[in-house]
């Protein structure tokens, strides 16, 4: 039975009317529920906002590095240290390696660009932060629905969004309702703003629906591996940020490590992989476990033990990127628009100025008596914001490393080095990409395979037990929330072409080629279960296939600490 033969047959749904609907309660969702109660309170009005979000809880699946500028902090909240905000631990020192294998050179912190100085920054778990925003956002009179997944827009006749429903719950895997079906509700709003993080899966739809991205380079993603570690006391340094560059991958990839020393003796360490590389060979997963090894990077973990593991894509296109942000009767906030500055590896900070430049949009329009049309002031204001001017002097770093790693180092150095020094603000000229991710896989008989080493269960892990750490889990008889537009396809193209790349990009082991016993001819396995909810493959699959849907709410990781 589909979604709307189940809606003739149990409809109509519940409703419930709010002013403002936020989907996500990320950073950038619950900075913009915060700043509208905020703004109503200013002036003695009630604005009412509820957030939906799919994790079990606010913050449940988050991940981020994270180093965070306070900057939007500071002015959503001034006094978020006296109101307990985690961000305790101030970076103490920067370090940025170039590594060759088994080497590194440090570089000097004279030569280090503008971007990745730390000054006045905190390391962070954001998921911790996130979980301290929906108190904030709870107790100023925001709703929060944990555990409920938005899975279809809602429009009116004349085609603007008026609101969101939830995914229905109870549903087996062959579509039918089973004894604990429960439809799902709408949640209806004068304005919808849109917070799912990278790839969102309904912003997805309304870019494509209004064509946002009309005009605009294709996006950028890249994923980033992230693991959470106890480390001996001998070798802990409080607030030490170390940035990589180089090996293990090679010069036309794309990306870097990170590892970063918080408070209690523990490290956050990862490896970010732009997903724009060509090998089909490449496992982000493996090669991350390979950067573990390197002396410059195993001298902080050994004797330690790993507490923690998860995986997101990131989006890397920047500014050239950003879609229109607005349309009839929504927003896109934060990541699910692409704010992040991938240059200074951080996007908390964006997605929450993003979040509270849409809300005083959305407020002005409340204020005026208007509904469901669309939000100009929000990226009106974007353009003369400190945002607008941070991510424009970074406007072609993936540019440029898409030329490979020397031409990358080389042109960074000189934007956000050198420029600066010579009065210029931004660069006087813009390098644009015409090519989404999914195309640059090369075919596998052009492309050498990759030997990765096995685990050591020590330093380096198989992908299973990562996926155990990540407390994943979801209903197993629910329907797959990896879909396929065609099952034929991943077969007949993506492994005779490509040798199968989606086994290995996945960082959950969710996909693998098994062979029939009755016939021993290959087919696809998807492993739902293990799904950390990143995208990578909705993202990265050559053929556009792979179609990452909401799962039932509440299913998925469960980071702690991350």
């Not at 700043?35 to 957030?51: F, G, I, M, T, Y």
């Not at 180093?67 to 905000?85: C, I, Q, S, T, Y």
């Not at 799904?531 to 469960?558: F, L, R, Y």
Request: hydrophobic residues 35%; charged residues 20%.
């Amino acid at each position: 039975m589909s979604p709307q033969q189940i809606l003739e047959k149990y409809g109509p749904r519940e409703s419930m009317e709010y002013d403002v609907v936020v989907v996500g309660a990320g950073p950038a969702g619950l900075a913009a529920a915060i700043k509208l109660k905020q703004l109503a309170a200013a002036v003695e009005k009630e604005v009412s906002v509820v957030v939906l979000e799919k994790g079990s809880e606010p913050g449940a699946h988050i991940l981020s590095g994270a180093v965070m500028d306070p900057h939007a902090m500071n002015e959503l909240f001034p006094d978020w240290k006296e109101r307990g905000a985690p961000l305790s631990q101030p970076v103490t020192g920067d370090e940025v390696l170039i590594l060759r294998e088994g080497s590194a050179a440090r570089t000097p912190t004279m030569m280090v660009p503008e971007c990745l100085h730390n000054d006045g920054n905190y390391v962070i778990s954001l998921s911790d932060v996130t979980k301290w925003l929906a108190q904030q956002a709870e107790g100023l009179g925001v709703e929060i629905f944990p555990g409920f997944a938005a899975a279809e827009v809602l429009y009116d006749a004349k085609g603007a969004v008026r609101g969101v429903a939830t995914g229905n719950m109870g549903v087996g895997k062959d579509g039918e309702p089973n004894d604990g079906f429960q439809l799902g509700m709408e949640l209806l709003g004068k304005y919808t703003l849109f917070a799912e993080g990278a790839r969102g899966q309904l912003g997805k739809q309304l870019i494509a629906k209004y064509k946002l991205d009309a005009g605009r380079d294709p996006q950028s993603y890249a994923i980033g591996i992230k693991e959470l570690w106890e480390i001996e006391p001998g070798r802990a340094k409080p607030g030490l940020v170390v940035h990589t560059a180089g090996w293990p991958m090679d010069n036309d990839t794309y990306g870097g490590g990170f590892l970063y020393h918080l408070a209690d003796n523990k490290a956050t360490l990862g490896l970010v992989v732009g997903l724009d590389y060509s090998n089909p060979y490449m496992s982000p997963f493996e090669e991350m476990q390979r950067w573990k090894t390197h002396p410059s990077i195993r001298k902080h973990l050994e004797g330690g033990k790993r507490i923690g593991y998860g995986a997101r894509a990131i989006c890397a296109g920047g500014i050239l990127s950003l879609p229109k942000t607005v349309f009839p009767g929504g927003a896109l906030v934060g990541c699910d628009a692409g704010y992040l500055n991938s240059s200074r590896i951080k996007g908390s900070h964006a997605a929450l100025k993003s979040g509270m430049l849409c809300a005083e949009a959305a407020f002005a329009a409340l204020q005026e008596g208007r509904a469901m049309d669309e939000l100009t002031a929000y990226p009106a204001a974007f353009e003369k914001s400190w945002l607008h001017e941070e991510l424009q002097r970074s406007r072609n770093f993936k540019q440029w490393f898409k030329k490979g790693f020397i031409i990358g180092s080389l042109m960074t150095g000189i934007e956000q080095w050198l420029l600066p020094k010579l009065g210029f603000k931004t660069p006087p000229w813009t390098v644009h990409r015409d090519q989404p991710d999914h195309m640059s896989l090369r075919p596998a008989a052009d492309c050498t395979p990759i030997d990765y080493p096995k685990p050591d269960g020590q330093l380096t892990f198989d992908r299973l037990s990562s996926v155990f750490i990540s407390n994943t889990n979801h209903e197993e008889q629910q329907p797959a929330h990896l879909t396929l537009k065609d099952s034929s396809v991943p077969v007949s193209i993506n492994l005779a072409r490509y040798a199968g790349p989606e086994a290995r990009y996945c960082p959950a082991g969710v996909y693998e080629f098994v062979k029939n016993e009755d016939d021993g001819s290959d087919r696809l396995q998807i492993n739902a279960q293990n799904c950390v909810h990143c995208k990578t493959c909705d993202i990265k699959d050559p053929t556009q296939n792979i179609v990452w849907v909401a799962p039932e709410g509440g299913g998925g990781p469960n980071y702690a600490g991350m």
